[in-house]
């Protein structure tokens, strides 16, 4: 565990909450995941796309 203490958190990296690296990484993960070229079986619930950031949904319904 103190191994890590000063390190820059990683979680700054996470993109979608579920690949960690640059945005052309993460594009490619998801066009093979598309393709169904990944050869695992993905639960459905994670197939979704990425949710709505906050700021999107609260824009959508002002009156909440």
């Known amino acids: 565990m103190t ?3 000063g390190d820059e958190p990683i979680g700054q990296y ?8 640059d ?3 993460v ?3 998801h066009s093979i995941r598309k393709t169904g070229q990944d050869g695992i079986n993905i639960p459905t619930a994670q197939r979704r796309p990425p949710a709505a950031s906050l700021a999107a949904i609260a824009a959508a319904h002002p009156t909440r």
């Not at 996470?14 to 690296?21: A, C, K, R």
Request: aromatic share 12%; net charge negative.
């Open 27 to 29: 594009t490619r993960m």
């Open 23 to 25: 945005d052309a990484f």
């Open 3 to 5: 191994d890590g203490i």
């Open 14 to 21: 996470l993109n979608g909450q579920v690949f960690i690296g």
